[in-house]
Nanobody, 128 residues
Framework: QVQLVESGGGLVQAGGSLRLSCAASGGTFNDYTMGWFRQTPGKEREFVATLSWSALFRSYADSVKGRFTIFRDDTKNTVYLQMNSLKPEDTAVYYC?????????????????????WGQGTQVTVSS
């Protein structure tokens, strides 16, 4: 059974940084594209970033480009989201997820419907 556990969330002032981690267990981590999504109360969960299984391809939401970086360490079965220059509008619960298809990355990598396994989420709060 695949399990994803996020950590690293917290309270930070605007302009600050946080690094989120997502540790995976079960399955073969390095064979799957991984993604980060976020959700605020009353809103749909939205795409933040994705990184292909090969680590060759990345994609970011326009709202985080240039500020967030997704990367992975396959030796630790962990995917990270480095968040810099944080803004109050980045406040949300952040979720990591594992893509549904083995060794695949494509145009639907930003769609939450293509991810099978999800973590429990970690709260990020950015104060102004």
């Amino acid at each position: 059974q695949v399990q994803l556990v996020e950590s690293g969330g917290g309270l930070v002032q605007a302009g600050g940084s946080l690094r989120l981690s997502c540790a995976a267990s079960g399955g073969t981590f390095n064979d799957y594209t991984m993604g980060w999504f976020r959700q605020t109360p009353g809103k749909e969960r939205e795409f933040v970033a994705t990184l292909s299984w090969s680590a060759l391809f990345r994609s970011y939401a326009d709202s985080v480009k240039g500020r967030f970086t997704i990367f992975r360490d396959d030796t630790k079965n962990t995917v990270y989201l480095q968040m810099n220059s944080l803004k109050p509008e980045d406040t949300a619960v952040y979720y990591c997820a594992r893509y549904s298809v083995f060794r695949s990355y494509g145009g639907r990598a930003s769609s939450q419907a293509t991810y099978t396994y999800w973590g429990q989420g970690t709260q990020v709060t950015v104060s102004s």
